[in-house]
């Protein structure tokens, strides 16, 4: 329950709505859903004396195999708002991913603008030879926005384009706080372009991938190309090693920058999940900004005492077994 108070006269009553509901394998909630009674507008009955708001909506439901996830959530307030959505749809073998997003910014140094944004995907047995069987196909577009590439490599299939083209993605529980993690994804610039394109595929039925193609222009030009491979042998099922490598290359003339990253994520491990695999690969060049004219090749990481701002993070090449909450067995190594 709020209150608006103007001079000393109290303006509207408000209500404010925060939580979900579970009915028949349907769940729902809401975010700030708002009912305002405006004194100053008329009477009690008088329809322009009410007016609703809703900061957030998000939706799931699993009936008969059929499993539908989707919302959307508002952010910011007048003047400048912003709107982000999301539709995830499985049946059987067959799902759909769309993420938008629209924004209005009305004051800020950048000066009025709006902002869109949408990249969807289409998953399934399309078709193809063994060696490269087409398992997915998406793209999407941006206007006066950015693509902000993933920090952590270790949840490399979180990433919003990789995970629209994953035949297995299935959406976090929390969709509001995803929406938001969407919208980071692809934050609201003036003068920023981008258009994207991207296939999932399997080979032998033994690897999975995914490949993604980004270019972005406007104040420079970027060509990123994000990538993921998973295999698990003998079979997904009864699996005994598990690998899964993102991979992450860019090209930026803004940042100056050549940027090649791959590592090995969460899903990798050996006989057991507790047997992680852990690991990654670098090689970075600049060629403006502060760092330009140094340059970094690294497997596994650097020296624990090699401080360096700028620079990737790289895991060690390893293995990590926590047989218990007491003993640990695990191996390292890194080359710099």
Known sequence: LGTQVSNDTLQSISLLFDGGVSIAGLQAAVDDLELRYNLDQGGIFDP?????????????????GVTLAGGLRKFGENPDVEYVGMLVARFAVYGLSIFGGY??????????????????????PIGGPPAFFLTGIGGGFGINRDVVPPTDMSKFDDFVMIAALDPS???PG??????????NTFPALKDRFWFAAGISFNSFALVDGIAVV??????????????????ALPRPEVALVSIELGLMARFSTEEGVIWIQAQLTDNSWLLHKSARLTGGFAFVSWFKGPLAGQFVLTLGG???????????????LG???????NIVIKAESYFA
Request: a negative charge; aromatic letters at 16%.
């Open 48 to 64: 322009a004396s009410w007016s609703v708001d809703l900061a957030g909506l998000a939706v799931s439901a699993d009936l008969s």
């Open 103 to 124: 924004a209005s910014i009305q004051s800020g140094p950048q000066g009025p603008f709006t902002a869109f944004f949408a990249f969807g995907a289409v998953t399934g």
């Open 169 to 171: 993605f299935d959406p």
């Open 174 to 183: 929390d969709l509001m706080a995803y929406m938001e993690e969407v919208r």
């Open 214 to 231: 980004c270019i972005e222009f406007g104040q420079g030009f970027e060509l990123s190309i994000f990538g993921l491979a998973r295999m």
């Open 302 to 316: 650097f020296h624990p005492s090699f401080k360096r701002d700028g620079y990737p993070v790289v895991p060690r």
């Open 319 to 325: 293995f990590n077994w926590s047989v218990s909450s």
